[in-house]
């Protein structure tokens, strides 16, 4: 492989390198449709479905939303291993357009009810169960190990840029064209991220287990129970942060019932809150590698400072003061993402890494369920900004449990790493 000009390294990753730019905007389409399904369907069931209970319907939504990526982990890490990388985004891509265009047409044809709304959302979440661990896993296989940062940065932008697109049109879509449209949105996106990635080629032949049987010398793939036993440091680590995710990750269902609630607002200002999150997603994640300090300590003081932003809205009830403080969460998000994804990247063996990205899925995901259900239920008998205080609240024992993790200035599990490469000029995007 030919050694890129210095004009060429100052190109982002995503032209450069065209096969990871086009499946990273295939990953954006998806993530996009997704968010902005959930988002459009939450604002739908709160402000027009017939339910009596807006809060606890919405937060049974998101549940069912998550259940996939936790249920099927073990599923989705064989597949992974199993199957062509680039068939298993194209098929999961095309099957969620699927089931989106037929909602669309059951939609337009009658009164929907809210359990289609369920199954759609469960079909859908199943398909992005597959495609977003399966592009992690990706990764190393569309760029190279210089890159690994730079191609993690947008990777991981690609969920404030869905939360930025997505998030802002879903509630605006319902207002506007109703379920139906939200519908063909979402098919539209899909069927055009099933395309892309159609046309690109990966590094490695077609039938990743086969290559692995090929290569005598590569490790064997261990089960989840003994991945995550062998790397101490790790599972610390995605304990920690599942945690916070309990209480991080019910702001979708907590900005809806605080707009309409406390702020009175319509869609417009769903979208907006949602657009200061993702906007903030994605300056972290362009900028969080360079972020200084190891991933431990900036781990917890990223988690320290989304406590006291969430704290905020619970005490201000100001739309302009609950933006900024979106923004300052959403960032320390994005960093978050950066610096722990791209270590995890290094430090897991190559033969482990389709459970490993699975498993992480799930133990991250596993808690949003129940975040969603509690703060659902919580939110039609508690103030939406007493949610908010709770929400801070939470997050201390998870930044203090990060910042005092055995082993985290040197992990056990990198003997002797080298040290990570300098953000290309790629990142000059960042």
Known sequence: MTTPTV?????????RNRAFGTVWLGQVLTQAA???FQVGISWWL??????????????????????????????????????AHRSLLRTAAGGAGAAAAALAVWAGASELPVAAAYAAALALATCQAFFDPCLT????????????????????????LASLGGALLGALVVDAAGVAGLAVG??????????????????????????AAAGGDQAPRRTLRQLLGSMPYVRGILLCFTAANL????????????????????????ALLEASLGVGTLVGSFTGARVPGRPAVVGTACLGAMAAALAIPGLIAAWPVIAGSLLLTGWCVGVIGVRFVALFQRLVPAADKPAFFAVMQAVLGATFPVASL???????????????????????????????????SRPAEAPDPAPAPEPTPAGGTR
């Open 7 to 15: 004009s060429a390294r100052r190109l982002p990753l995503v032209l």
């Open 247 to 270: 209480f991080t990750t019910a702001v979708f269902v907590v900005m809806p019932l605080y707009t309409a609630s406390v702020l009175h607002g319509d869609g417009g200002t769903v």
């Open 46 to 83: 709160i402000s027009d479905a017939p339910s009596g209970d807006g809060g606890f319907a919405a937060g049974l939504f998101m549940a069912v939303s998550t259940l996939p990526a936790v249920v099927l982990a073990p599923l989705v890490a064989r597949a992974i291993a199993r199957f």
């Open 374 to 408: 509690l703060f659902g239920f919580l939110g039609d008998h508690l103030s939406a900004q007493t949610l908010c205080l709770i929400q801070a609240a939470g997050l201390v024992p998870a930044a203090l449990a990060l910042a005092l993790l055995p082993g985290h």
């Open 137 to 160: 896993t990706s990764v190393p296989e569309l760029v190279d190990d210089a890159d690994i940062e730079a191609a993690t940065g947008f990777e991981l932008s690609t969920q404030s």
């Open 186 to 211: 979402c098919a539209a996106a899909y069927a055009t991220a099933a395309l892309l990635i159609a046309t690109v080629r990966f590094r490695t032949a077609e039938h990743p287990a086969a290559d």
């Open 34 to 36: 997704v968010r902005m």
